[in-house]
């Protein structure tokens, strides 16, 4: 079991948004989260991730939390960033690195590497990170995640302003990261019909309720409510 | 006078060390404050450690650093380190709030209840500096060469996860490290550094040198640690300049410094942007 949420309230100042949240995923899946405007997806990726505090229930990960990797909304701060690429995706090793060592070691500059390869961002990696594309952009930030934390994934709409080309690489390279490294992935993003293609598990939040199932029961949902 | 017999007179080496390594510290804490859109936070700070000194005056403290130090450390961490944790008023409104309020409570200490003479040089000289610059004793050198030798020490060995915290807390956060931590360490540093030099060279030669070299260098360079060590040169070297030509010209010390500053920062301003046009 890689993720399982029992029981779980989120929502602001002891208000829940939503309630009794139940599902589990094992890893290697690949869970989309979608929902209309306000359903509370963004809320409920912050609480699994440790950014809000859940209302009520239990949140518990097969591993560490410095096992994980995160991929946050993009902030007004990183656009405009005085950092180099590989500056960037290496402060990935630090949820690992002890304190008091001052530099990268050797193996987490190979680390570093690995990742920067796999998210094909090489002939950039010395470039100024304010001065890429929004497509290059995300690809840093997930190389950074990737470092951190080779089998899992969370991302927070990392789609945002992408154009379809850039989108479509974005996805495609998530996809290869889950089916050829079994990095399990947990998405939130808005839009659904491309995105839930390459994933195996989809939890859809309504406004005081939700759906969370296999790719393929869902399909079977949306086509049964289609038809009513 | 040239400039190389000035450097015969103690006072003016004590000046010229003392500032730059303030410059030095200075700018090395302004990095993540501009960064984080902190900027004005150097600002409201500097007018904390104004109130400070103020009311060291009013008590007619012999130490007022003692007084100076505590007051601008807890408004730094309460701003800086908690600063986006408890939104209940927000950053910009509260950071506005305590600038005023922290001048206008400075004042009004310094003028009703001050036993000493003259009031309006109290004033001008916590705000501009400039006679304390120039009446340095040994002790401050050696003050300003232990903050110096912290603050870099804290820096280089730190360099990282203040990286981390600057460019992005929430994945610090979600990956299970404690950005708190180095947050409140940063602040206390940077608290520290704004009384003391509040303290030697004024509120508004300090804050400036929070923003000005940082700024400085974020047009010309584009890895952190090149903008890092480019600031602190920048700093110090117009510090350095800027006590040789005030004291050459007889002019104002603190605000020479800063325009040396403003200019350097407009120059690089100018080559970027004549960069991005003709490239
Ligand atoms: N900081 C906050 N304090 C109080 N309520 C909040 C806060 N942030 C969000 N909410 C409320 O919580 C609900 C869920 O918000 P959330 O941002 O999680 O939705 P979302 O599904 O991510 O929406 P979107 O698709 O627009 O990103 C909304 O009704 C919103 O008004
Ligand atoms: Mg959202």
Known sequence: ?228 | MTALELLRFPFVQYALIVSALMAVCASLIGVPLVLKRYSFMGFGLSNVAFMGMAFAIVIDATNSLAIVMPLTVAATILLIGFGNRFKKISGDASLAMITVGSLAIGHFAINTFSMRGNITADVSETLFGGMRLLTLQMPDVWQSIALTAAVIFFFAFFYRRIFAITFDVDFMQATGQRPLIYELLLSAITGVVIAMSMNLLGSLLTASLIIFPALSAMRLFKSYKTVVIFAAIAAATCSLLGILVSILFELPVTTTIILMNITLFLVLLAVDTLRKILV
């Open chain 1, 1 to 228: 079991m890689s993720l399982s949420i029992s029981d779980l309230s989120i929502g602001y100042d002891g208000v829940a948004i939503l309630d009794d949240i139940n599902f589990n995923i094992n890893s290697g899946s690949y869970l989309c989260i979608v929902g209309e405007n306000g359903t509370g997806k963004s809320t409920l990726l912050k609480t699994i991730s440790n950014l809000h505090k859940p209302i009520f229930g239990d949140i518990s990960f097969g591993v560490s939390r410095r096992e994980i990797g995160y991929l946050s909304q993009q902030t007004a701060v990183q656009k405009d960033f005085p950092a180099t690429v590989s500056e960037i995706v290496a402060t990935g090793t630090l949820s690992k690195g002890k304190w008091y060592r001052p530099f990268y070691s050797k193996q987490e500059k190979e680390l570093i590497s690995w990742a920067i390869e796999k998210t094909n961002i090489t002939d950039i990696r010395d470039k100024c990170f304010r001065e890429l594309s929004g497509g290059q952009q995300r690809r840093v930030l997930l190389a950074r995640a990737l470092v951190g934390a080779k089998n899992f994934i969370i991302l927070d709409e990392p789609t945002t302003g992408l154009d379809p080309a850039a989108t479509k690489d974005f996805y495609e390279l998530l996809e290869k990261l889950n089916r050829n490294d079994g990095i399990t992935i947990i998405m939130v993003t808005h839009d659904v019909e491309s995105a839930i293609r390459y994933a195996t598990h989809v939890l859809h939040l309504q406004s005081d309720d939700y759906f969370f199932g296999t790719l393929g029961e869902y399909s079977q949902l949306r086509k049964g409510g289609a038809d009513e």
